[in-house]
């Protein structure tokens, strides 16, 4: 019950594309899911993070789509660009149990120039 | 303002030997998390801490693993008796005093154990 799937494991992607990563959950008790990018050698990095009482989050080229019912959110990289190239995690928590994150599997994402 | 720091950033150690992993968060940030990176896979949670107190250990190995966060100083992960499966990379993140925003983890860059 505490698990997050994701996918798909690798993305390769054209130039100006959109990058799609998608993430399951079953815990209904998760009440808050971020975005992380890791590139090699590196600590994951918080991109963008959505609680669930919004469908939708724009934060630049960088959209999350939650949907409650369906126990899923996804992360949308618009115009992606070879700097994109990293692994996305995604991840999910509940604000008042601690916040311990619960990741994905990790998507490595390839932007092809 | 400094982000949260992690040292060493390589650590080779021989099998039975101590590893000991320091983590300081960043300026005002009183928890700090320990997550395990094995080869091709995701994050793990280990271990949750405030200053001076373990408040969630739920995923630290019952043998060899302990962790603590003293008063003073950085908070330390700390492995006896590594075995050649301890070989991963161990990030720690904090996050800022309860009741602001304690939800938003920053990770550090890292510290990469192996193991010969």
């Known amino acids: 019950q505490q698990q997050v799937k994701q996918s798909p494991q690798s993305l390769i992607v054209q130039k100006g594309g959109i990058s799609i990563i998608n993430c399951a959950y079953e815990?209904?008790?998760?009440?808050?899911f971020p975005w992380y990018q890791q590139f090699p050698g590196k600590g994951p990095a918080l991109l963008i993070a959505i609680r669930p009482d919004v469908s939708e989050k724009k934060e630049g080229r960088f959209t999350i789509s939650f949907n409650k019912s369906a126990k899923q959110f996804s992360l949308h990289i618009m115009d992606s660009q070879p700097g994109d190239s990293a692994t996305y995690f995604c991840?999910?928590?509940?604000?008042?149990?601690?916040?311990?994150?619960?990741f994905g599997e990790g998507t490595q994402l390839t932007v092809n120039p | 303002n400094a982000g949260v720091m992690q040292n060493p950033r390589h650590l080779v150690r021989r099998r039975g030997q101590e590893a000991r992993l320091r983590c300081s968060p960043m300026k005002g940030h009183s928890h700090v998390y320990w997550y395990r990176q094995l080869p091709e896979e995701g994050l793990k949670f280990m271990v949750y801490l405030q200053k001076e107190n373990i408040i969630d250990e739920s995923g630290m190995p019952k043998e060899r693993f302990s962790a603590e966060f003293p008063k003073e100083g950085p908070s330390i992960l700390r492995i006896q008796q590594v075995v050649r499966g301890d070989s991963a990379a161990y990030f720690c993140?904090?996050?800022?005093?309860?009741?602001?925003?304690?939800?938003?983890?920053?990770f550090g860059p890292g510290t990469r154990l192996t193991v010969t």
């Open positions: 993140a904090s996050s800022i005093l309860p009741g602001l925003r304690t939800y938003e983890q920053y």
């Open positions: 991840a999910a928590t509940t604000v008042r149990g601690g916040s311990r994150l619960t």
């Open positions: 815990n209904t008790a998760f009440d808050y």
